[in-house]
């Protein structure tokens, strides 16, 4: 009985996200860019840079991070963000409305990545009538309806369990036609993570995890190792992976 219960409390659906305080997480985590994070934009920048115009988009528990969103907004004529947690979904609502200017120096960073691509856009306005918000599960999202998309630091840190882990980046990488580009980025070890008052659990992932749980679902895979040098985002981690590639449609 014990054993059941332990089980079940490291599971998805077992996690308070409703109560996710998405004013702390935004704080904690993007009230500044981090150096880490303008790496990751620098390279999710020049990854997206073939990926052309028009398509339609996907960024998955987007929680209150808007720089995904941000990085594919050249390639995308719509970009839908899913998110389980009522708390972050009603932030997000609030924000792609007229987005606070804590996130321009976000957009500064892709600019100075691929100016070609990101100065003629408007980002407020663009942001605004481009992106859509729907309260939903990663564990059910629709095959093959995306061409494009992003799920930062999800798939590890929604569960302990390792199924999971591996099924939500491929149910990620499966909504996608194949074809599509995607980055994904996840803490490296992470041993879970707090939230003020609430504990999140997490799957303490590797580059080779990342890549093999992948390998089913995608092509031309790159898995880099982001480290977040002398100053980390919290204890129990050791840096970031982004892993970028193309959805094969299997
Ligand atoms: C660690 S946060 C990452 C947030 C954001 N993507 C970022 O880069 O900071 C994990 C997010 O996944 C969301 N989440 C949890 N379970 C989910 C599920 N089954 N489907 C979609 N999102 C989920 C949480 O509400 C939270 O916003």
Not at 116 to 143: H, M, N, Q, W
Not at 154 to 162: G, N, P, Q
Not at 184 to 213: I, K, T, W
Request: with cysteine.
């Amino acid at each position: 009985m014990r054993l059941m219960i332990d089980l079940a409390t490291n599971r998805n659906d077992s996690q308070p996200w409703d109560d996710f305080d998405s004013r702390w997480y935004l704080a904690h985590n993007y009230e500044n860019l981090r150096l880490d994070d303008r790496e990751i934009i620098e390279r999710v920048a020049n990854f997206f840079a073939a990926s052309g115009e028009q398509r339609c988009g996907i960024d998955v528990g987007s929680g209150t991070n808007l720089y995904p969103a941000l990085a594919m907004l050249p390639s995308c004529r719509q970009i839908t963000l899913v998110e389980r947690s009522r708390s972050n979904v009603a932030w997000l609502m609030r924000e792609i409305r007229q987005f606070a200017p804590s996130w321009d120096p976000f957009w500064g960073a892709l600019v100075n990545a691929d100016a070609d691509r990101y100065k003629p856009v408007e980002p407020r306005e663009a942001l605004a009538a481009r992106t859509e918000v729907l309260c939903g599960s990663i564990f059910e999202l629709p095959r093959c309806e995306w061409e494009i998309g992003t799920m930062f630091f999800v798939a590890e840190s929604i569960t302990a369990e390792a199924d999971e882990f591996e099924r939500a980046t491929q149910c990620f990488v499966r909504s996608l036609k194949p074809g599509a580009p995607f980055a994904a980025a996840f803490m490296r070890h992470s041993v879970g993570y707090q939230v003020n008052r609430l504990h999140f659990p997490a799957v303490a992932v590797d580059e080779g995890q990342v890549g093999e749980c992948l390998d089913p679902v995608a092509y031309d895979v790159t898995v880099t190792m982001i480290p977040s040098g002398a100053n980390p985002l919290r204890d129990g981690y050791d840096g970031m992976i982004l892993a970028t590639g193309y959805a094969n449609g299997k």
